[in-house]
C-alpha cells in the first residue's frame, strides 16, 4: 500500500496517510509523498482537498526511529558540524507542507486522535482544521531536542497567540479538543470518529463559491501576516539549525527509542 493515497469524494481530493501501524508517524519517504501528492493535485483542479490519517489517528508526527533517513542526515550533520546541511533539510520538509499552502481551493485537515509534532505542523498548514472529540494537540519538538520549524511556531503564533504557542513549546504539554477549539486552534468539532465524514460536508458547503474567486480570495489570505513573511520564515529557519545544531536531538531521540527521561547538559 502507497504511504499517502488520493481518493476522491466528487470533486473533493482525501488525501491519507497510511502507516497506521507507526500512528502515521513521517519518515523522510512520507514526507515526499506528502509533498509529490500535493503537487500532483494541483494539477488536477479539485474544489477542495481533504486530509487525514488512516485509522485511529492523524499523526504522531516525525519518526524519530534511526531507520529515518532524515535523523540519520541529522546526526551526520552534527558530527560535521555542517550547518549547510541541517538548512537544506529544513528547507526540503517545509518545501512538502509548503506545497499544500500552494493549491487553489479550500484544504480541510480531519483530524482523529493524536495530531503532533510534524502531524500539527501539516494540519496547521491547511486552511481549516476539523477535531474529533478525544483528539489531542502538541508540539513536543523541544521535548527530544528540536524545533518546530515546519512552520509549527510560526502558524500557531498567528492563531492562539504567542504566550499560549509559548506555553504548549516550553512545556512540551497536550491539549484536548475543547481546549484545541476555546484557543482557536480547531474550526469545527465532531464526534469520534466522524471527523473525516465533517470535513468532507465542510468542504461542500465551500461549493457555494465561484472557483475562480475562491481560489484568488485563498491566495490573498494565506499571504497575511507575519506567518508567512518572509523574515518570519528565515528566523524559524535559524532557530531550527541552531537546535538542531546543540546536539540535544540526537540524546532526544535516543530516549524517545529507550522510553527514558532525555538527560540534557546542564538541566
Avoid at 145 to 152: A, R, Y
Avoid at 153 to 168: E, F, K, N, Q, V
Avoid at 206 to 233: F, H
Amino acid at each position: 500500500m502507497s504511504l499517502v493515497t488520493t481518493t476522491w469524494h466528487g470533486k473533493t481530493a482525501i488525501v491519507t496517510l497510511n502507516r497506521a501501524a507507526k500512528r502515521n508517524a513521517m519518515d523522510r519517504a512520507v514526507w515526499q509523498a506528502m509533498g509529490d501528492t500535493a503537487r500532483a493535485l494541483a494539477k488536477a483542479s479539485p474544489r477542495a482537498v481533504v486530509v487525514t490519517g488512516d485509522g485511529a489517528h492523524f499523526s504522531a508526527g516525525m519518526d524519530l526511529s534511526m531507520g529515518n533517513p532524515l535523523l540519520q542526515t541529522l546526526a551526520q550533520a552534527v558530527s560535521t558540524k555542517d550547518r549547510a546541511s541541517v538548512g537544506e533539510m529544513i528547507d526540503w520538509l517545509n518545501a512538502q507542507v509548503e506545497a499544500y499552502t500552494q493549491l487553489p481551493c479550500p484544504v480541510i485537515a480531519a483530524i482523529e486522535g493524536v495530531c503532533v509534532g510534524s502531524g500539527l505542523e501539516l494540519a496547521l498548514a491547511c486552511d481549516l482544521r476539523v477535531g474529533a472529540e478525544g483528539s489531542r494537540y502538541a508540539l513536543p519538538e523541544t521535548k527530544v531536542g528540536l524545533c518546530p520549524d515546519v512552520g509549527g511556531a510560526r502558524r500557531l503564533h498567528a492563531l492562539i497567540g504567542p504566550a499560549r504557542t509559548i506555553d504548549l513549546i516550553a512545556t512540551s504539554r497536550t491539549i484536548d479538543q475543547p481546549t484545541a477549539m476555546a484557543w482557536g486552534l480547531l474550526d469545527r468539532v465532531c464526534d469520534a470518529g466522524d471527523a473525516l465524514q465533517s470535513a468532507l460536508a465542510l468542504a461542500e458547503q465551500t461549493r457555494v463559491s465561484g472557483p475562480g474567486a475562491l481560489a484568488a480570495t485563498l491566495a490573498y489570505v494565506r499571504s497575511i501576516g507575519a506567518a508567512n513573511s518572509e523574515q518570519t520564515r528565515a528566523a524559524e529557519r535559524r532557530a531550527g539549525m541552531a537546535a538542531v545544531m546543540t546536539g540535544e536531538a540526537l540524546e532526544g531521540a535516543a530516549a524517545f527509542a529507550q522510553r527514558r527521561a532525555p538527560s540534557w547538559v546542564n538541566s
